[in-house]
């Protein structure tokens, strides 16, 4: 089955059989999603951070972004290139990410190094630095709305005063297959499973903080089978 992106025109996206459920379609256009309470990691340079992606295209597709600050994001520039943005800019350079497919990212800073996971793989490592107030409250856009996501999001989720491991990496992971995060990693900031359906305007955050993120601009058919 084939998913119609507006924003990118592109389509062909392959329906996976790993077992999940329902995912968020964004349409690279105006769809984005805010959080009940922002994140606040201004005076914590030890966190981390977790989603699965499938883009048709890499092209500046933010996935995390401060609801009032335009300078704090987290984007995939391009296919080899993944910037952080928390306080200070970090551009990783990764293994070629593929379009229309699958990929877990983890991404975890332990206050002196920030590293980041690909389907568990250890594809990039920089100095962790951060010199100004970060609130990550937003998932597909910047706070100006601009490099909006394009293309489906899944286990989107942020944990305050942790540092993912080698083999956090590799349980979440999990083969391909679906692993509940807190089963993991213990209790997270906020954890969407974006697993809802039809109309849903929310999506429920499934940690005990009760963070949801509020759906702005979906029409159409926004949650699809993974």
């Known amino acids: 089955m084939t ?8 389509t062909g996206f392959t329906r996976s059989t790993e077992g999940y459920g329902n ?3 964004l349409d690279g256009i105006n769809d984005y999603y805010d959080l ?4 606040d990691i201004s005076n914590n340079k030890v966190w981390t951070i977790g989603f699965d992606f499938n883009c048709p295209s890499f092209s500046n ?3 995390f972004g401060s609801i009032t600050d335009n300078l704090q994001w987290v984007r995939l520039t391009n296919s080899t290139t993944i910037l ?3 306080g200070s800019i970090m551009y990783f350079t990764v293994p070629a990410m593929s379009v229309n497919t699958w990929t877990k990212c983890l991404i975890a800073s332990d206050g002196t190094n920030c590293k980041i996971y690909l389907d568990s793989v250890l594809s990039a490592t920089q100095t962790s630095v951060s010199t100004t107030p970060a609130f990550m409250g937003r998932v597909g ?7 909006k996501f394009g293309g489906m999001l899944d286990n989107v989720f942020m944990k305050v005063g942790y540092t993912a491991d080698q083999t956090d990496a590799n349980n979440l992971y999990n083969g391909g297959n679906f692993k509940d995060v807190e089963s993991v990693i213990g209790a997270t900031d906020f954890y969407h499973k974006l697993n809802e359906s039809g109309t849903d305007t929310v999506a429920v955050d499934s940690s005990a903080n009760n963070n949801d993120g509020n759906l702005t601009n979906f029409t ?3 949650w699809v089978a993974r």
Request: charged content about 15%.
């Open 220 to 222: 159409g058919t926004y």
């Open 3 to 10: 998913y119609p992106l507006g924003g990118h025109g592109v």
């Open 23 to 25: 995912v968020l379609l």
């Open 84 to 86: 952080v943005r928390l």
């Open 141 to 147: 856009a910047r706070a100006l709305l601009g490099n």
């Open 36 to 39: 009940d309470t922002p994140v």
């Open 61 to 63: 597709e933010t996935v």
